[in-house]
């Protein structure tokens, strides 16, 4: 196994090199770069639809969808009126700074200010490969469960910011936000979080706001 | 990259001989293996508890749960009755056939009718590593939405059956069926699935006959 941990080694390495040069690409053009991040069916789209339709006429925004087959996202998302670029990814499981690299390379970003990866879906590897976006951000949603933090600790705990989605289910759910929450607090103190919902829309403004603020900042 | 495909291989190879192995010892001991995949909050646990509560009298049952940290799911199947072993990935995204194999040199098979593995959360990786059970079953869950055969083919393409768990909560969810069994059919035809809510409990009979008749076939 030690061979295997050593390519390991050296694709990790070799993707923060590459995620610090998107990253200066991003901060020469200005753009904000968020990477979403999830389980499958969290609501990435969702939010990525929502913020487009709130965030739109104020700013140029782009969105990278990396899947792992079909262009379902990256169609919601033009759909929604962002410049989208689809990144399959050939089964892999996870978004890297390359394939970053690559989606960049098709999108002129002097003329975006916001850029959102929405990432593939996957509560594990997507936390090991840094992209060279400014902020990283975790969906969870409520028929998840509530012992999710403590249960994928890793991806918690490398986030700077939190969504729990679909709060407008938690009647009909058995989840103890105080349990999560716990959980949460244990992993990434002070997190931010937005409980919102993206179908009944309480708790969206907030996101919006955040987002906002950031992208007029950068 | 050569040398990463190279090492895949490799390790994917070596998989499919120890799984073969596995599958091995559970024939010697009549022992029927199943394993349990599915997103992150799918319904895995909640399942494997329902199971244990309609078929322990019957079948002596053993649960091995796959994560990335903590006990909770192996907890909960020993709570429901089962002998449980839990298996830490130490961060690694699925179960594999080595895995499987130390957990197995932890029970005494002849005393065990009914294996269950509780794979790790995860839509993408699980489906690349065969442990050497039996019968492949996904869980997915309605909440996650209707879309989730077509962007996550590989894993629909590799099971023997399908459980389409939280079908209460279908009222609340905009989720289309008939595009989601499309999606299935395509992908695996004539898969059977099991509709069912594991807290409203509709739906449940006909899984656990299912497993019981494969069970007692054994």
Known sequence: MNQRIAVVEKILGANEKLAASNRL????????????????GAGKTSLIELTLQNLRHQFQIAV????IATSIDADRAAAAGAQAVQIN???E?????????????????????LLIVENVGNL????????GTHKSILIASVPEGDDKPYKY??????????VINKVDL?????????????????????????PLSCRSFEGV???INWVRDLATAS
Chains 1, 2 share one sequence.
């Open 64 to 67: 990278v969808d990396g899947d």
């Open 170 to 194: 938690q009647p009909y759910i058995d989840f103890d936000m105080d349990y999560f929450r716990r959980g949460v607090e244990a992993l990434n103190p002070g997190l931010m979080t937005f």
């Open 124 to 131: 594990i590897c997507p936390a090991n490969f840094q992209l």
């Open 205 to 207: 403004e907030a996101w």
């Open 25 to 40: 690409a991003l901060d020469e053009a200005s753009v904000l770069g968020i990477n979403l991040m999830a389980s499958p």
């Open 93 to 113: 499981c996870h978004l890297d700074a390359v394939m970053l690299q690559e989606a960049l390379g098709q999108l002129n970003l002097d003329e975006i200010d």
């Open 89 to 91: 990814t050939g089964g």
């Open 153 to 162: 600790p890793g991806m918690y705990q490398g986030v700077d910011a939190l």
